[in-house]
């Protein structure tokens, strides 16, 4: 599904779910603001547990294996822009809204949702500047380790894990995770930080992540559930994200997806945080 923690929105290239994975903590704030924060949840059966493997492939290898199956490298490297739009909810709080993801080559996002009772969120990095505007932030601009992430979450080929953006991958465990076995990788990015995916053992299809980013909050860590993988021209899209942060779940569905379609003038920032930029 994708989402930075004031709308991180975290990798929005071809690796579409995860673009929406913190459209949940771009709302945070406002939740907490509006209603207490719900007490964490008991480790359900469907969290990862600890299970040790025999013979583990790669971690490289179950992510060309995933790549293989939505398409293939070169499908994904021929395209060079993509929109998708959906639906979000954040069910314990009755809040329904929309959502619309923009991505472009190299290093471009941007997302708006629309949450009845909060109004209007923007998101975006055009490759240089990373910024928000909310009514419940108002425009502001990323900076430091903030800045950083969108630059690294922008990254419009993620989905191929490119070694540079990493200092290593590894395959932990065969888990459960969502019911079905899994692998477990654990990634360490260039700079620092790590994030740990899941992938199915029977489908090899990416099905989860956990990811942890700075916010103006503190590090906020999102699980996520990926599925409903549908075709969109030539490449397997999940098209259904359950992520949970802060205690908060929401469910995002994406209804239509497009690729090569984005006039470059989309990343452009709005004047109000243009007006910030010195």
């Not at 929406?20 to 547990?49: C, D, E, M, W, Y």
């Not at 419940?136 to 990254?155: H, N, V, Y």
């Not at 360490?188 to 992540?209: C, I, M, N, P, Q």
Request: proline letters at 7%; one cysteine or more.
């Amino acid at each position: 599904m994708a989402l930075s923690p004031r709308g991180h929105r975290c990798r929005p290239g071809l690796a579409l779910p995860v673009a929406a994975l913190f459209v949940l903590t771009i709302t945070v704030p406002g939740l907490l603001a509006q209603a207490p924060q719900p007490a964490p949840k008991p480790r359900s059966a469907n969290a990862p547990s600890a299970k040790a493997g025999a013979a583990l492939p790669s971690a490289r290898t179950i992510i060309d294996r995933h790549v293989a199956k939505v398409g293939g490298r070169q499908a994904i490297l021929a395209r060079n822009s993509m929109h998708a739009k959906g639906t979000v909810a954040i069910a314990s709080q009755g809040m329904t809204g929309s959502i619309e993801l923009f991505a472009g080559k190299p290093n471009k996002s941007l997302q708006r949702i629309s949450i009845a009772g909060i109004g209007d969120i923007e998101e975006g990095f055009d490759g240089t500047i990373g910024w928000s505007l909310s009514p419940l932030t108002g425009p502001a601009l990323a900076q430091g380790a903030e800045l950083e992430q969108k630059r690294f979450d922008a990254d419009f080929y993620s989905e191929l894990h490119e070694a540079a953006r990493y200092e290593s991958m590894t395959t932990l465990e065969k888990t459960d995770f969502d019911g079905r076995p899994c692998y477990k990788l654990r990634l360490v990015r260039r700079g620092g930080g790590e994030e740990f995916e899941f992938y199915d053992v029977e489908s090899g299809l990416k099905t989860g992540s956990i990811v942890t980013r700075d916010s103006p909050m503190g590090p906020i860590t999102a699980t996520s559930i990926e599925g409903g993988y549908k075709r969109f021209g030539p490449l397997l899209q999940a098209t259904t994200l359950k992520s949970t942060a802060m205690g908060f779940e929401q469910q995002v569905t994406l209804t239509s997806i497009e690729y090569d379609t984005v006039s470059p003038s989309t990343f452009e920032p709005p004047a109000a945080i243009k007006a910030l930029v010195k």
